[in-house]
């Protein structure tokens, strides 16, 4: 089962734009060293608005060939188009990858029917395990519970969500709806702990770029049972987790990780490099948690 801290991977870029494999097979095995739980590429963090579908492909492949089965990897497929989104999903099952993470199409603003035959039309066509993902910040589209657990109990393909829609109470009706199977992950990292609270299984995570093994402690930590040891490690993590979107996101991760010494910074436009007064109190926010000096 998919369960823990996931974190959304950026994709490093080299200086020319072109993806930098190295430092991308590089972050995975830092990671997994780190106690990350499973993989996540091609996610909002990974800048996949950006990548070419030529792109979006390589980087799965690298991702399954480097983890090589060590922990699950969860491949976005997402898209605006049923059919990219169908055809993402069946590259990320000709390639092994474990899970399809499948947002909800963003620009269109479907109807909750719209929605229903979106994902009955990918969930239709493939095998791979699909999770949901509901971030109607980005999308400007939001996927009810009633929704949500009308797909699950339809679509066997279709095992969780990613909630990133930032309300406990529509997070909380979603597991009125649906069974014990069914696999809830935060999306939103200020809220893990309240998620995993009414049944979550994991995050699905930005701040676990650049903090795996606190990120991964966490979730350990309550689905153990050693709720007050979760609950510290929540509220440190807290002021880090608000500084990781000081600017758009991933912007302040790729900074963090620059400065950390792990990747270059290298944004593909139109996201760019944070503005010099918030890369100062970035930079006071990253001395705090001693990731850098």
Not at 154 to 171: N, P
Request: with cysteine; glycine share 6%; charged share 25%.
């Amino acid at each position: 089962m998919l369960k823990g801290s996931i974190v959304a991977l950026v994709t490093p870029f080299k200086a020319d734009g072109q993806i930098d494999e190295d430092k991308l097979r590089f972050l995975i095995n830092w990671h997994i060293e780190h106690k990350t739980d499973a993989i996540l590429v091609c996610g909002t963090t990974g800048e996949s608005a950006t990548l070419s579908h030529a792109e979006h492909k390589k980087v799965i492949e690298i991702a399954v060939k480097e983890v090589n089965k060590r922990v699950p990897v969860v491949a976005g497929c997402g898209s605006n188009s049923t059919q990219e989104a169908l055809g993402l999903a069946e590259y990320a099952q000709a390639v092994r990858a474990d899970f399809a993470l499948v947002i909800t199409p963003y620009y269109n603003k479907p109807t909750q029917e719209g929605l229903y035959q979106h994902f009955k039309k990918i969930s239709a066509s493939v095998d791979i395990p699909i999770i949901i993902y509901n971030v109607p910040g980005r999308t400007g589209c939001n996927i009810l519970p009633e929704t949500v657990a009308r797909i699950y109990k339809d679509f066997k393909t279709v095992v969780g969500i990613k909630e990133a829609s930032g309300s406990l109470d529509q997070i909380t009706k979603i597991m009125t709806l649906v069974d014990k199977d069914f696999l809830l992950f935060s999306g939103s990292d200020e809220v893990n702990l309240p998620i995993l609270s009414v049944g979550g299984v994991g995050a699905i995570s930005v701040v676990a770029n650049v903090m795996p093994k606190e990120s991964h402690d966490l979730v350990d930590h309550f689905l153990k049972g050693n709720y007050k040891e979760a609950r510290k490690l929540q509220i440190y993590l807290y002021d880090l987790i608000k500084a990781l979107f000081i600017e758009t996101n991933p912007v302040p991760a790729k900074t963090a990780l620059s400065l950390m010494g792990l990747i270059e910074s290298h944004l593909r436009l139109p996201l760019y490099k944070m503005s010099a007064a918030n890369l100062e109190k970035f930079k006071a926010v990253l001395r705090r948690y001693k990731l850098i000096t």
